[in-house]
């Protein structure tokens, strides 16, 4: 077997299944997985080699939905960027937003008002219920309950939208911030629709948690499959609720304490064993914790301007120089690395996106499973290709 | 004991079955073609230019051709080109307009930048999401023509962002004229002073303080 039969590029034939002859393992079976395939979380593809139903080979395959973000982002001017830093992971676009907003904050030294970094906050928070939610979904999706647990988060992830649409304009391209404040101003209305939300959503979990926590068959269907140790993980440099369910205590929001989220009391909750139930639970815990923030930050919300009134919105050029901002966002550390040579567009605009770092360890965790087991896997580690491929 | 986890599951699943036929919290969807949806105030589709006059939508746009959302645009879907001669605007001042304006809504992101760098208050955003053709080009490129709708559409789809936008235009206004006004007392009065001077040599009573 040489490199040669992995390659994407190398001629298959169209062929979806293949023998491989392998000297150590005998017959081996070569089975394309993608990019259409329906527990693919969109256009990813792994290669996997079988044998019977083992795992012996897995190779993802990706770049299916490359939009060339970062060569448009330097063709635009900084503001141009902001929508299309939605596009990139459209189930938290908020914390996309902020994260590249902080990124030119820091390039510009743009001070930030008190009232934005709170409303940024909160925003950051809900969208963490929003993408846990979703993921715990399609996680039982990927692990065979059609429907039912992934129409519940779905049912709870429209009134999160609609608290996103009555602010922002939009659904999921919110485009809200901006660079030393936010666009709009969340009325009184708004707040007290996102502190309905915030009371109403403990309840939701506890539901959601007696429907699946305790449930048998997840639990022989995910404890001990995909264990990922610690080592290996901060060893790939993995980020996010993936690297607390190994046990390692890193959260930026913590670590960097960025924004107002020093003033908050939340704990960090950590994993024992790294596989997919803890991947499950660590997100069930942390809405726990941002249902906890986000009380504290809609109690205690000041009053005051929500942009800076020297923030420039047209004509905005950063002195040369380069910056790197980052937040815990939902699926990890979200960063964004900007060189200015001092014109309105970035001279070098480079996205670290945690599902794409989070994914290099998707074949150390899948070797040995069963194929069925390679899904759910991949299910845990909640990847959105549209900020894989970028 | 084995199964009491399923058996609590399958109780949700009861609850929300039974709770989906009454309680609106768990029966959340819409019957949509008949039953339209809600729409927040906030929310944004393609953008659309205001005019100020609906009998006359052309004669009265606010856009004056500044071309500063076409630079600013992200996707780059604007396309304008400027008239050569000018046209008085809604405060009678000469201006620039579009001769042409166009938006391709099949590019379009409706990120809405443009309505934000727009110093003229000329282009908003639209409430407009039913517009699925089966034509990919032609009906997607919308021109001015299209695009022009006129401020009280825009005050019945964004009442509140659109009493502000008219007070500031009429402070504007009221501020431009009063300038103006000034600006003519003042050229009178110092027309006057000029034609008072020769003859205030001779007379006793003073000129009036401008």
Partial sequence: MSANDFSPLAPQAGSHVREVHDPLHGELLEVSMGPHHPSTHGVFRMIVTLDGERVMKLKPVFGYLHRNHEKIAENTTYLGSMPYTDRLDYLCSMTNNWAYAIAVEKLSGQPVPERAEYVRVILAEITRLLNHTCLAGFLMQDCGCSGTPLMYAFREREKILDLFESLSGSRMMCNYQRFGGCRVDPSADWLDGARKLTDNYGRFLDEFETLLTGNEIIMARTQGVGALSPELAINAGVTGPMLRATGVNYDLRKVDAYGVYSRFDFRVPLGAHGDVYDRYMIRVLEMRESIKILQQALATIPAGPIMDPKAKLRGFRPKAGEAYGRIEGPKGEIGFYLVSDGSPNPYRYRVRPPSFVNLTVLEDMCLGQTIADAVIILGSVDIVLGEVDR | ?210
């Fill in chain 2, 1 to 210: 004991m084995l199964g009491t986890g399923l058996l609590k599951g399958l109780g949700v699943t009861a609850k929300n079955f039974v709770g989906s036929y009454h309680d609106p919290e768990r029966y959340t969807t819409i019957e949509y073609p008949e039953v339209k949806p809600k729409l927040p105030e906030a929310y944004r589709n393609f953008p659309f230019l205001v005019t100020e006059n609906a009998m006359d939508p052309m004669g009265t746009l606010r856009c004056v051709a500044c071309q500063i959302c076409e630079k600013e645009c992200p996707p780059q879907c604007i396309y304008i080109e400027k008239s050569k001669d000018k046209k008085p605007d809604a405060s009678g001042k000469m201006q620039i307009y579009p001769a042409i304006f166009d938006i391709d809504t099949s590019v379009c992101m409706s990120c809405q930048i443009c309505v934000e760098v727009c110093p003229f208050d000329a282009i908003k955003m639209d409430q407009v999401f039913e517009i699925a053709t089966t034509d990919r080009y032609d009906a997607l490129l919308l021109r001015r023509e299209q695009l022009a709708k006129p401020n009280s559409y825009y005050q019945s789809i964004h009442p509140t962002e659109a009493a502000e936008v008219d007070g500031r235009l009429a402070a504007d206004r009221k501020a431009a004229e009063e300038k103006a006004k000034a600006a003519a007392a003042a050229k009178a009065a110092a027309a006057k002073a000029a034609a008072a001077a020769p003859a205030a040599e001779a007379p006793k009573t003073p000129p009036p303080a401008a």
